[in-house]
Protein backbone atom coordinates (compact mmCIF):
# COMPACT_ATOMS: atom_id res chain seq x y z
CA UNK A 1 0.00 0.00 0.00
CA UNK A 2 1.82 3.34 -1.15
CA UNK A 3 0.60 6.54 0.45
CA UNK A 4 0.59 10.27 -0.34
CA UNK A 5 -0.67 13.57 1.74
CA UNK A 6 -3.53 15.38 1.70
CA UNK A 7 -2.07 18.67 1.74
CA UNK A 8 -2.88 21.07 3.85
CA UNK A 9 -2.25 24.87 4.13
CA UNK A 10 -3.51 24.69 -0.24
CA UNK A 11 -7.03 24.50 0.82
CA UNK A 12 -8.64 26.04 3.42
CA UNK A 13 -12.47 25.41 4.69
CA UNK A 14 -13.85 26.07 8.33
CA UNK A 15 -12.64 22.91 9.96
CA UNK A 16 -9.25 23.42 9.26
CA UNK A 17 -7.16 23.96 11.89
CA UNK A 18 -6.27 27.55 12.41
CA UNK A 19 -2.29 27.05 12.14
CA UNK A 20 -2.90 26.40 8.28
CA UNK A 21 -4.52 29.90 7.68
CA UNK A 22 -1.52 31.78 8.56
CA UNK A 23 0.62 29.45 7.12
CA UNK A 24 3.08 30.13 3.69
CA UNK A 25 5.52 29.19 1.69
CA UNK A 26 7.86 28.20 4.37
CA UNK A 27 5.53 25.70 6.14
CA UNK A 28 4.50 24.33 2.36
CA UNK A 29 7.98 23.60 1.75
CA UNK A 30 8.81 22.09 4.78
CA UNK A 31 5.54 19.89 4.48
CA UNK A 32 7.09 18.72 1.26
CA UNK A 33 10.91 18.54 2.27
CA UNK A 34 9.75 15.94 4.72
CA UNK A 35 6.67 13.93 3.24
CA UNK A 36 9.65 13.52 0.46
CA UNK A 37 12.19 12.32 3.30
CA UNK A 38 9.88 10.05 4.77
CA UNK A 39 8.43 8.24 1.89
CA UNK A 40 5.26 9.40 0.51
CA UNK A 41 4.51 8.84 -3.02
CA UNK A 42 2.57 12.27 -3.65
CA UNK A 43 1.16 15.32 -2.45
CA UNK A 44 -2.01 17.04 -3.28
CA UNK A 45 -3.64 20.40 -4.54
CA UNK A 46 -7.35 21.09 -5.52
CA UNK A 47 -8.03 23.23 -8.87
CA UNK A 48 -10.41 25.99 -8.31
CA UNK A 49 -10.00 29.53 -10.07
CA UNK A 50 -12.85 31.27 -8.21
CA UNK A 51 -15.88 30.25 -5.90
CA UNK A 52 -18.92 31.87 -4.66
CA UNK A 53 -18.20 33.24 -1.12
CA UNK A 54 -19.30 31.09 1.58
CA UNK A 55 -18.58 27.93 -0.16
CA UNK A 56 -18.90 24.93 1.76
CA UNK A 57 -15.81 23.15 0.92
CA UNK A 58 -13.99 26.54 1.41
CA UNK A 59 -12.28 29.56 -0.24
CA UNK A 60 -8.52 29.09 -0.48
CA UNK A 61 -7.38 26.81 -3.26
CA UNK A 62 -3.99 27.23 -3.97
CA UNK A 63 -3.36 27.09 -7.82
CA UNK A 64 -1.52 23.32 -8.59
CA UNK A 65 0.68 24.06 -11.53
CA UNK A 66 1.88 27.17 -9.79
CA UNK A 67 2.29 25.36 -6.83
CA UNK A 68 3.79 22.14 -7.74
CA UNK A 69 6.21 23.78 -9.73
CA UNK A 70 7.48 25.87 -6.76
CA UNK A 71 7.82 22.44 -4.95
CA UNK A 72 9.43 20.86 -7.30
CA UNK A 73 12.66 22.29 -7.49
CA UNK A 74 12.90 22.22 -3.47
CA UNK A 75 11.79 17.82 -3.45
CA UNK A 76 13.50 14.97 -5.04
CA UNK A 77 11.44 11.34 -5.22
CA UNK A 78 7.41 13.34 -4.69
CA UNK A 79 5.05 12.89 -6.82
CA UNK A 80 2.37 15.87 -7.67
CA UNK A 81 -1.79 15.02 -8.01
CA UNK A 82 -4.06 17.24 -8.69
CA UNK A 83 -6.93 16.43 -6.98
CA UNK A 84 -8.73 16.92 -8.95
CA UNK A 85 -8.08 19.16 -12.46
CA UNK A 86 -11.69 20.21 -13.66
CA UNK A 87 -11.20 18.94 -17.51
CA UNK A 88 -13.92 21.40 -19.12
CA UNK A 89 -11.86 24.08 -18.16
CA UNK A 90 -8.84 23.54 -19.99
CA UNK A 91 -7.80 22.49 -23.97
CA UNK A 92 -5.89 19.05 -24.11
CA UNK A 93 -2.88 20.84 -25.21
CA UNK A 94 -2.94 23.61 -22.35
CA UNK A 95 -2.67 20.64 -20.13
CA UNK A 96 -0.18 18.87 -22.24
CA UNK A 97 2.14 22.05 -22.34
CA UNK A 98 1.77 23.41 -19.21
CA UNK A 99 1.95 19.91 -16.93
CA UNK A 100 4.01 17.98 -19.36
CA UNK A 101 6.50 21.00 -18.96
CA UNK A 102 6.09 20.11 -15.11
CA UNK A 103 6.79 16.34 -15.91
CA UNK A 104 9.94 17.60 -17.74
CA UNK A 105 11.33 19.58 -14.95
CA UNK A 106 10.52 17.52 -11.92
CA UNK A 107 12.02 14.33 -13.64
CA UNK A 108 9.32 12.03 -14.59
CA UNK A 109 7.28 13.10 -11.12
CA UNK A 110 3.18 14.05 -12.26
CA UNK A 111 0.39 11.96 -11.81
CA UNK A 112 -2.86 13.99 -13.32
CA UNK A 113 -5.94 13.48 -11.70
CA UNK A 114 -8.89 14.88 -13.24
CA UNK A 115 -12.73 15.75 -12.77
CA UNK A 116 -15.84 16.80 -15.13
CA UNK A 117 -16.59 19.43 -12.66
CA UNK A 118 -19.82 20.20 -10.69
CA UNK A 119 -19.81 23.72 -9.13
CA UNK A 120 -21.72 25.51 -12.08
CA UNK A 121 -21.42 29.01 -10.96
CA UNK A 122 -17.99 28.60 -11.63
CA UNK A 123 -18.39 26.97 -14.98
CA UNK A 124 -20.62 29.96 -15.55
CA UNK A 125 -18.13 32.76 -14.87
CA UNK A 126 -15.15 31.25 -16.97
CA UNK A 127 -17.84 30.69 -20.12
CA UNK A 128 -17.64 26.68 -20.14
CA UNK A 129 -20.51 24.61 -20.60
CA UNK A 130 -22.14 23.11 -18.21
CA UNK A 131 -24.47 20.50 -19.74
CA UNK A 132 -21.98 18.24 -21.88
CA UNK A 133 -19.38 18.30 -19.47
CA UNK A 134 -19.50 14.46 -19.37
CA UNK A 135 -18.26 13.64 -22.87
CA UNK A 136 -16.48 16.77 -23.47
CA UNK A 137 -14.58 15.43 -20.47
CA UNK A 138 -14.40 12.22 -22.06
CA UNK A 139 -13.26 13.52 -25.63
CA UNK A 140 -10.81 15.73 -23.84
CA UNK A 141 -9.30 12.22 -21.48
CA UNK A 142 -8.47 10.86 -25.28
CA UNK A 143 -6.92 13.31 -27.07
CA UNK A 144 -4.58 13.89 -23.81
CA UNK A 145 -3.57 10.27 -24.14
CA UNK A 146 -2.63 10.88 -27.72
CA UNK A 147 -0.63 14.38 -26.66
CA UNK A 148 0.78 14.21 -23.57
CA UNK A 149 4.07 12.45 -24.13
CA UNK A 150 4.79 13.15 -27.62
CA UNK A 151 6.88 16.20 -29.20
CA UNK A 152 4.48 15.89 -32.59
CA UNK A 153 1.10 15.41 -32.05
CA UNK A 154 -2.73 14.82 -33.87
CA UNK A 155 -6.06 13.97 -32.84
CA UNK A 156 -9.33 14.11 -33.90
CA UNK A 157 -12.37 14.03 -31.82
CA UNK A 158 -16.25 15.51 -31.32
CA UNK A 159 -14.51 18.45 -28.89
CA UNK A 160 -11.03 18.34 -29.84
CA UNK A 161 -8.94 18.37 -33.02
CA UNK A 162 -5.57 19.03 -33.59
CA UNK A 163 -2.86 18.07 -36.26
CA UNK A 164 0.72 17.77 -36.35
CA UNK A 165 1.03 20.05 -33.49
CA UNK A 166 4.54 20.79 -31.54
CA UNK A 167 4.57 20.35 -27.81
CA UNK A 168 8.07 21.10 -26.86
CA UNK A 169 8.80 20.38 -24.22
CA UNK A 170 6.33 17.66 -22.91
CA UNK A 171 6.11 15.13 -20.68
CA UNK A 172 8.92 12.54 -20.16
CA UNK A 173 6.89 9.66 -18.75
CA UNK A 174 5.57 7.74 -21.67
CA UNK A 175 2.66 7.19 -20.46
CA UNK A 176 1.58 9.96 -17.83
CA UNK A 177 -0.79 8.34 -14.66
CA UNK A 178 -4.34 9.87 -15.56
CA UNK A 179 -6.33 9.06 -12.70
CA UNK A 180 -10.05 9.88 -12.70
CA UNK A 181 -12.49 11.52 -10.01
CA UNK A 182 -15.62 11.51 -9.31
CA UNK A 183 -17.60 8.44 -6.88
CA UNK A 184 -20.25 7.75 -9.62
CA UNK A 185 -20.69 4.19 -11.32
CA UNK A 186 -20.13 6.48 -14.54
CA UNK A 187 -17.02 7.99 -13.03
CA UNK A 188 -15.45 4.12 -12.41
CA UNK A 189 -16.08 3.80 -16.07
CA UNK A 190 -14.29 6.38 -17.39
CA UNK A 191 -11.59 5.54 -15.73
CA UNK A 192 -11.39 1.77 -16.58
CA UNK A 193 -12.12 2.70 -20.15
CA UNK A 194 -9.99 6.10 -20.13
CA UNK A 195 -7.68 5.97 -17.20
CA UNK A 196 -4.94 4.73 -15.46
CA UNK A 197 -6.94 4.74 -11.93
CA UNK A 198 -9.93 5.88 -9.95
CA UNK A 199 -9.61 8.77 -7.30
CA UNK A 200 -13.16 8.93 -5.85
CA UNK A 201 -13.97 12.01 -3.86
CA UNK A 202 -13.01 11.38 0.56
CA UNK A 203 -16.15 10.01 2.20
CA UNK A 204 -16.83 13.34 3.72
CA UNK A 205 -17.52 14.86 0.23
CA UNK A 206 -20.04 12.00 -0.62
CA UNK A 207 -17.25 9.30 -1.81
CA UNK A 208 -17.96 5.44 -0.87
CA UNK A 209 -17.29 3.66 1.60
CA UNK A 210 -14.50 0.86 1.59
CA UNK A 211 -17.53 -1.41 1.41
CA UNK A 212 -18.93 -0.17 -1.54
CA UNK A 213 -15.47 0.61 -3.16
CA UNK A 214 -15.31 -2.96 -3.08
CA UNK A 215 -18.89 -3.77 -4.50
CA UNK A 216 -18.09 -1.06 -7.41
CA UNK A 217 -14.85 -2.23 -8.16
CA UNK A 218 -15.89 -6.18 -8.54
CA UNK A 219 -18.27 -4.75 -11.53
CA UNK A 220 -15.55 -4.20 -13.61
CA UNK A 221 -12.58 -6.03 -14.95
CA UNK A 222 -9.56 -3.65 -13.96
CA UNK A 223 -6.59 -3.12 -16.54
CA UNK A 224 -3.18 -4.28 -15.19
CA UNK A 225 -1.56 -1.67 -12.93
CA UNK A 226 -4.66 0.18 -12.24
CA UNK A 227 -4.64 2.33 -9.20
CA UNK A 228 -7.27 2.85 -6.99
CA UNK A 229 -7.29 6.02 -4.43
CA UNK A 230 -8.86 5.36 -1.07
CA UNK A 231 -9.14 8.57 1.42
CA UNK A 232 -10.44 7.57 5.00
CA UNK A 233 -13.38 8.71 5.94
CA UNK A 234 -11.33 10.21 9.34
CA UNK A 235 -8.25 11.74 10.39
CA UNK A 236 -5.80 9.70 11.45
CA UNK A 237 -3.51 10.06 14.91
CA UNK A 238 -0.39 7.99 14.00
CA UNK A 239 1.45 9.40 17.35
CA UNK A 240 -1.53 8.38 19.78
CA UNK A 241 -3.23 5.37 17.72
CA UNK A 242 -1.07 3.75 15.76
CA UNK A 243 -3.03 0.66 15.93
CA UNK A 244 -5.70 2.14 14.00
CA UNK A 245 -3.28 2.93 11.46
CA UNK A 246 -2.84 -0.71 10.71
CA UNK A 247 -6.37 -0.97 10.46
CA UNK A 248 -7.00 1.68 7.73
CA UNK A 249 -4.95 0.16 5.89
CA UNK A 250 -5.85 -3.59 6.16
CA UNK A 251 -9.26 -1.86 5.31
CA UNK A 252 -8.41 -0.25 2.59
CA UNK A 253 -6.49 -3.02 0.82
CA UNK A 254 -9.90 -5.52 1.21
CA UNK A 255 -11.42 -2.52 -0.39
CA UNK A 256 -9.07 -2.47 -3.46
CA UNK A 257 -7.43 0.46 -2.97
CA UNK A 258 -4.08 0.79 -3.76
CA UNK A 259 -2.74 4.00 -2.73
CA UNK A 260 -3.95 5.77 0.59
CA UNK A 261 -4.28 9.69 0.92
CA UNK A 262 -3.76 10.38 4.23
CA UNK A 263 -5.65 12.91 6.64
CA UNK A 264 -3.92 13.56 10.40
CA UNK A 265 -5.01 15.33 12.97
CA UNK A 266 -3.07 17.74 13.98
CA UNK A 267 -2.54 21.08 15.99
CA UNK A 268 0.21 22.91 14.29
CA UNK A 269 2.59 22.45 11.56
CA UNK A 270 5.16 20.69 14.38
CA UNK A 271 2.18 18.51 15.13
CA UNK A 272 1.53 17.75 11.76
CA UNK A 273 4.76 16.58 10.78
CA UNK A 274 5.36 14.51 13.83
CA UNK A 275 2.35 12.43 12.28
CA UNK A 276 3.81 12.26 9.24
CA UNK A 277 7.25 11.05 10.93
CA UNK A 278 4.64 8.60 13.59
CA UNK A 279 2.70 6.87 10.21
CA UNK A 280 5.59 6.45 8.36
CA UNK A 281 7.28 4.29 10.86
CA UNK A 282 4.28 2.48 11.36
CA UNK A 283 3.18 2.00 7.73
CA UNK A 284 6.63 0.71 6.66
CA UNK A 285 7.06 3.77 4.16
CA UNK A 286 10.85 3.26 2.17
CA UNK A 287 12.21 6.52 1.14
CA UNK A 288 14.84 6.19 -1.64
CA UNK A 289 15.69 8.59 -4.75
CA UNK A 290 13.89 9.20 -7.97
CA UNK A 291 16.24 12.41 -8.89
CA UNK A 292 18.76 14.68 -7.84
CA UNK A 293 17.94 17.74 -5.29
Known amino acids: MKAGISSPIVAL ?67 FLPYVLVLPFYHPLEIAKRYGTLDHLSGGRLVLGFGVGNLKEEFDMLGVPFADRGPRADDALRALRAALSGRVVSYEGPYYAFRDMVVDPHAVQSRVPMWIGGHSERALRRAVTLGDGWAPAPQSFRGPTPELMRRMLDRHDLPEGFDVLLTPGERLDPVGDPGRVHEIIATAAEAGATQLNLTVRHESLAHYLEQLEAFAETAGLESGPRGDL
Not at 55 to 74: H, K, N, Q, V
Open 13 to 79: AGNRPAWEAGAGTAELVRVAQTADRLGFEFMTCGDHVAVPPGLPRGERFYDPLATFSFLAGRTRRLR
